[in-house]
């Protein structure tokens, strides 16, 4: 393997380990190198140029380790999966870094390690990227799936030696397209040759795309049984309990923390705890957040607020205060940043009996809301801020439009039913979400019927109204685009009509770009779109 | 208790790794090869290898033993494995005779592929076995991979030797002590394989049995669920 091509980023906090590695990958060919020694550093050097592989330390200091550092690049796409990525780690580290869920590195390196060792490793990794970069090139930012599957098929049947790997990609994308029946097949005929962990979490996961929980919570808790430190079981476990029992929940984001602590994993036993009404463990949770890391790259607003939230139930309004002035720290000063601080303050104001205050604080997270677009999480602690004031008519129009914008997304309206249930009302929150998804299906089934009674262009307005309102709904964008292309197919080509389609699917895949509705339409539009139209993007 | 032994097996494996680097400087500065260093070497890593033995089994005593089980391709394992060994043998035994070669049979492992364990803590159960082996082996060692009838997969340490003793042969769960070893490598094996396990309920295990090479000798196979 000819190492001398190749351009290299080393991470280490360290500056001595950076010295020797450096030297190390030298000797082995590898001379094009550049070194970051901060998370930071690194970010910028990955946004600024283009890297075959990165050499990263667990450790980094600050609170920030190497496993945390390769989800962020994963999942911002920062970082192509044709980018080889090596840990190095010590005798403790590798089971976190081996175990981890979505994202492990393509190969971990446990010190110390000879410059031979080092150069047998990547030249492996570089023969696997090589051998998989058909199938790699097509899991960018925007995956397109049916291309990927068929790469996957083609690497299958070349039965080589990572045939293994090919299997499990396919049976991400396969999930990931909730293709049950299909993932749980490829699943079970792993599992027919070996015992591996990947493969019983995959069939887990397929049970449930395929409704059937109850077998899935049994196959991982089997399997947690034979891998007790798969930390992508307990993960698959918490996700799938969440749905029907949280302090069960609770009880296996706990288990998991003792395997490996991380910001992620006590973000969410925070809020597990929250909602089990265990303000103590939540309090500890976020607070383990907002401390442990020290360089801001891994926690968010929702960290502080949770801290907040979980001081304020325990009446301690000082330190919630804290909790919500802290915020700012590590964040850049956005309207968000103020809206959600405002929001915030107002709440622990109301508990302290300082209606000024209150008053005062949500005013000004209104003004915010007023002026500027606010994201999902801000807009719901408004509304909880408004509940608390009194104001339940504002609070309800906040959260009818994040409804009818989230209907399809479990987790959202779970958010909407527990700032019912923090203020109280959670039988008015039922009521809420009931109805405004009956008012969602009656407007989609309306428009069919009028459409279907000749009435296309009163069907084309209704839609195309409640796209525009409703950004993040992909169904009501999918059928706006749909009625269009109708139009286009019964009155012939209208370029302005194919713009207009050609925007609402965008807005769609934006949304949800897993929708299943998603290819016939992107189908119709590739049919009546002529040459020369905007070609879709899937 | 936990933290003071760890940190302090941590501190002597880390002082064997310099020590490592300095023994490496010293045989380059008396131009390459001087047996004294390259047996001081052999001492070093089998007394490194002891410590991480021990420091797993204190933690599976402790319930504190994590693994990291995972798809290994085993031609990738075993080459490496063979590679780590070959660094650090003594080019000759205690007597002075000069060391076993060891032949090999990994045919199996192509036709296998892949198999998950824990890769970092099943090399020190092999490198242990065959070092055990070097030392009581009259003139061959044999190790090889198979597929393990049933499911699983079994690595074969054999030798022409004397064979295990009688005691150790019967004592089938727990290691005797004698002359020559602590039984820290064969306690060792056995947690390990046993930590091995699948969901439906398979166990690894080590055989020992006086089968291997020659009239008698000792075989060790570790049999991964």
């Known amino acids: ?538 | 208790m936990e933290v003071l032994l760890a940190a302090a097996i941590h501190d002597a494996k880390n002082a064997l790794n310099s020590l490592g680097v300095w023994l490496d400087k010293a045989q380059l500065e008396c131009g390459g090869q001087s047996p004294a260093l390259i047996q001081a070497k052999a001492v070093t890593a089998t007394i490194s290898g002891q410590l991480v033995e021990l420091l797993a089994l204190y933690r599976a005593g402790e319930g504190n033993l994590r693994m990291a089980v995972e798809d290994q391709y085993l031609e990738d394992f075993l080459s490496d494995l063979m590679a780590e060994l070959s660094a650090t043998r003594p080019v000759e035994d205690a007597e002075g005779g000069a060391a076993r070669s060891i032949a090999t049979d990994f045919a199996a492992a192509k036709d296998i592929g892949a198999w998950a364990f824990d890769a970092y803590l099943v090399k020190f159960v092999l490198l242990d076995a065959l070092r055990n082996a070097s030392r009581h082996a009259r003139e061959q060692i044999r190790f090889s991979i198979a597929e393990e009838p049933g499911g699983g997969i079994r690595f074969d340490v054999a030798d022409d030797g004397a064979g295990y003793p009688e005691e150790i042969l019967r004592a089938e769960s727990t290691a005797k002590m004698t002359p020559e070893s602590s039984g820290l490598g064969l306690s060792f094996a056995r947690v390990i394989a046993e930590r091995h396990a699948t969901p439906a309920g398979r166990h690894g295990r080590v055989e020992l049995a006086n089968d291997g090479l020659g009239k008698g000798g000792a075989r060790l196979s570790l049999i991964l669920p």
């Open chain 1, 1 to 538: 393997m000819d190492l001398r091509e190749k351009v290299g980023l080393l991470i280490d906090d360290m500056p001595s380990m950076r010295t020797t590695v450096r030297m190390q990958l030298a000797s082995i060919g590898l001379e094009k190198c550049d070194q970051a020694s901060t998370v930071k550093e690194a970010i910028d050097k990955l946004n600024a140029k283009h890297y075959d592989l990165i050499v990263c330390d667990y450790n980094l200091g600050k609170g920030s380790d190497g496993q945390q550092f390769l989800e962020l690049v994963r999942r911002k796409h920062i970082l192509p999966m044709t980018t080889a990525f090596l840990m190095i780690t010590g005798e403790t580290g590798y089971q976190q870094v081996s175990t981890a869920a979505e994202y492990s590195p393509d190969d971990y390196l446990l010190k110390p390690f000879t410059a031979d060792t080092l150069g047998t490793r990547l030249g492996r990794i570089f023969d696997r990227k090589e051998a998989l970069e058909p199938v790699y090139k097509h899991l960018g930012a925007k995956i397109d799936y049916t291309k990927a599957l068929a790469a996957c098929d083609e690497q299958i049947a070349k039965k080589s030696r990572y045939t293994l790997e090919v299997m499990r990609i396919k049976g991400d994308l396969l999930l990931a397209k909730g293709r049950a029946t299909e993932a749980l097949a490829l699943y079970e005929s792993v599992l027919q040759e070996r015992a591996t962990p990947w493969a019983e979490v995959g069939k887990a996961l397929a049970l449930v795309a395929y409704g059937n929980p109850d077998e899935a919570r049994a196959l991982l808790e089997q399997a947690l049984v034979a891998y007790p430190n798969y930390l992508a079981a307990y993960d698959a476990l918490a996700d799938l309990l969440v749905k029907t029992d949280k302090f069960a929940a609770q009880q296996v984001v706990d288990q998991a923390l003792h395997v490996a602590s991380t910001t992620q994993r006590q973000r969410e036993l925070g809020a597990l705890a929250l909602a089990n009404k265990d303000y103590e463990r939540a309090e500890g949770a976020f607070r383990f957040a907002v401390e442990r890391d020290r360089t801001g790259f891994f926690k968010s607003h929702d960290d502080y607020a949770g801290l907040a939230r979980s001081c304020v139930e325990q009446d301690k309004v000082q330190e919630a205060l804290t909790a919500v002035k802290d915020m700012a720290t590590h964040f850049q000063r956005t309207p968000e940043l103020a809206a959600r601080q405002a929001a915030l303050e107002s709440q622990v104001y109301v508990r302290a009996g300082d209606e000024k205050n209150a008053k005062a604080a949500l005013a000004r997270a209104q003004a915010a809301q007023k002026s500027s677009k606010l994201d999902l999480n801000t807009m719901l602690e408004i509304a909880q801020a408004c509940f608390a004031n009194g104001q339940p008519d504002e609070a309800k129009k906040i959260v009818e439009d994040v409804a009818e914008n989230y209907q399809e997304d479990e987790k959202v309206l779970d958010s909407i039913r527990t700032v019912f249930e923090v203020a109280g009302l959670e039988d008015e929150g039922a009521l809420l979400l009931d109805d405004t998804k009956k008012r969602m299906i009656r407007l989609n089934n309306e428009a069919v019927a009028l459409a279907k009674s000749g009435e296309l262009d009163k069907a084309i307005m209704m839609l195309v109204e409640a796209a525009d309102r409703l950004p993040n709904n992909a169904q009501v964008a999918i059928n706006a685009a749909q009625a269009v292309l109708m139009r286009v197919q019964t009155s012939g080509v209208d370029m302005t009509q194919i713009a207009q389609a050609h925007r609402y699917i965008t807005q769609a895949i934006k949304a949800n770009p897993l929708h299943p509705k998603l290819d016939p339409v992107v189908a119709f539009y590739r049919k009546l779109a002529p040459p020369g139209a905007r070609p879709l993007e899937v």
